[in-house]
């Protein structure tokens, strides 16, 4: 059976090897023309533009650290895969991953806790639950396990591939085909709820969604790093955007400028990619502060108010 | 309708054998101290908290039904219901209101009508395409009744709508919603601590401390003084009393 992930290289491919040519770089061009570095970029592009759309309203939500909590809950499910010997351990960290999102959303709606504390009771809790299993029945941190923490692309086999597009194609339908009513429950649950909205079903609905698409980027970035391609692109477009669509937009110049520099920097200085990508990441939030801060001081101080 | 209502939060009996009918076209005013039970009433009336005692209707069903939302509107307190973290438009937002059950997956260019009717009706044309977080406390509070004007809702609750506003404003919002009323045949029940605001508004007010203490006709509404004698507060000195009353304005 031909997965969605051969298919969608067999069409890209081709693409791939055209632009080759006027890549820079004596490494970076490798992601253009080599099967298995090919696959590393298409998903890592495509992980980048589902963590925008999901950034902003995780933004709004005022839930930026509910990426970085699901990422460190998808270590847990990936030490306990590795431990137990599965051939993908993506699907564990998938089940810990929802599992945990959807406790944390209902410890947050029943107010059992507020919002950041439950994430940070089931960060550590399953981060340290990954660390003992790998302790005492595997081999500790490995190679591979160093993958899932700090992202190493090479991990992306045929299978997660696989897996990775699929969680990014539904995502996006979902998030795209409900982003108006998603908007209206996040801005005023109340009035959404009264409008006759399932804001209930919805927010289940958006947990589950963020936690596959962490899980989806626990390979390119790893679960340490899944913040920068979730909220850091987001959190930038807030400083220029005007209105939500336009910093839906700019999201995506910013996360995908990130990734190509990150991918880039990181093939040429022999980095690790997720690290670069981060770093990317936040030194393009800085700069555009750095010169919004600036331009509000010297060119335009009305513009304040703001 | 609301009938013998009783209602427990907690422990506590928040409100007590409330009777109320609105009729259409009314612009009710609801006025009382803080904690007296007024936002109970409206959660209840929507169906959100359940009533230990006594039955509300909406529209001929009971209000648990779910049957009434989408004809009922909520305006929230502006000042306080949108995020810090959100960039978007007056347009965006009253787009929101056009969202029902049956069409949660918006397309643009869909209701495109009623979004600007809205806008017009509130009279914010001129910052459409402004981010809401850019605007005045009064334009802001505009934007979000506009959100429910965009919907289908006749019976439009406000909670603390003049909260954050200036005077100015303050007066055009409340002759939007006199006007709202009057051309548009809307039924509207408004929370406030302004007394003095409803008052010269609604047509009608109740004045709710765990019960209703008075229900009529806004120029029947007891002064200062006669309020006091309706509280059950004692005159200690006079002065006192002005002083209270002052203080939840």
């Not at chain 1, 005022?62 to 699907?91: C, I, K, Q, R």
């Not at chain 1, 947990?207 to 626990?218: C, F, K, P």
């Not at chain 2, 309708?1 to 054998?17: A, F, P, Q, W, Y």
Request: proline share 3%; glycine share 10%; aromatic share 6%.
């Amino acid at each position: 059976m031909m997965g969605i992930g051969s298919y969608v290289l067999e069409v890209f491919s081709p693409v791939l090897e055209f632009i080759e040519p006027v890549i820079p770089g004596d490494i970076f061009p490798y992601f253009f023309t080599l099967e298995m570095f090919q696959r590393a970029l298409i998903a890592a592009i495509v992980v980048t533009i589902v963590a925008g759309i999901l950034g902003t309203f995780l933004l709004v939500r005022n839930l930026a650290l509910m990426g970085d909590g699901l990422a460190h809950v998808s270590f847990g499910g990936v030490a306990v895969g590795v431990v137990l010997g599965a051939a993908g351990p993506l699907w564990y960290a998938l089940l810990f991953s929802v599992i945990s999102a959807l406790l944390i959303h209902e410890m947050q709606t029943r107010e059992v806790l507020t919002g950041d504390a439950s994430i940070g009771i089931f960060l550590t809790g399953m981060l340290a639950l990954g660390l003992v299993v790998l302790r005492i029945w595997g081999g500790g941190i490995t190679t591979d396990i160093e993958g899932y923490l700090f992202g190493n692309l090479l991990l992306i086999d045929p299978a997660s591939f696989d897996l990775i597009l699929s969680i990014s194609i539904a995502s996006t339908i979902g998030l795209v085909l409900l982003h108006h009513t998603l908007l209206a429950t996040t801005i005023d649950p109340l009035a959404a709820r009264v409008q006759g909205l399932p804001v209930r079903g919805i927010g289940l609905l958006f947990s589950v969604i963020t936690a596959a698409v962490v899980v989806s980027m626990v390979q390119v970035v790893g679960t340490l790093l899944v913040t920068a391609l979730l909220v850091t692109p987001a959190a930038t477009a807030q400083l220029v955007g005007r209105s939500f669509r336009s910093c839906m937009v700019w999201t995506q110049v910013f996360g995908l400028s990130s990734v190509l520099l990150g991918l880039y920097l990181s093939a040429e200085l022999e980095t690790g990619s997720g690290s670069m990508i981060a770093l990317v990441a936040a030194m393009i939030f800085a700069s555009v502060a750095i010169v919004q801060a600036l331009y509000k001081t010297f060119i335009s101080p009305s513009e304040n108010l703001a | 309708m609301v009938e013998n209502l009783t209602v427990v939060r907690g422990s506590k009996k928040v409100i007590e054998d409330v009777a109320l009918t609105i009729r259409k076209g009314e612009f009710v005013g609801l006025v009382g101290p803080n904690g007296s039970g007024k936002s109970t009433l409206l959660l209840a009336i929507l169906g959100f908290l359940n009533a230990a005692n006594g039955k509300i209707e909406i529209y001929g069903e009971p209000s648990t039904s779910n049957r009434h939302l989408g004809k009922i509107g909520w305006v929230s307190q502006a000042a306080a219901s949108l995020p810090p973290n959100i960039r978007i438009t007056v347009e965006e937002l009253v787009r929101l209101g056009t969202l029902t059950r049956k069409n949660m997956f918006l397309r643009k260019g869909r209701n495109q009508d009623r979004i600007a009717k809205a806008i017009e009706m509130v009279g914010l044309e001129e910052v459409l395409h402004t981010d809401v977080a850019r605007l005045s406390g009064g334009q802001r509070q505009r934007a979000v009744i506009g959100r429910v004007l965009a919907s289908e809702a006749d019976f439009i609750l406000l909670d603390e709508p003049l909260v954050g506003i200036d005077r100015e404003s303050r007066n055009s919002l409340l002759k939007l919603l006199d006007e709202l009323c009057h051309s548009e045949g809307k039924t509207i029940l408004m929370i406030s601590h302004d007394m003095a605001a409803i008052r010269q508004t609604a047509h009608r007010m109740i004045y709710l401390e765990e019960t209703i203490k008075f229900d009529g006709p806004s120029e029947e509404f007891p002064d200062l003084e006669g309020l006091a004698n309706l509280r059950g507060i004692e005159h200690v000195h006079s002065d006192h009393v002005h002083v209270h009353e002052k203080e939840e304005e």
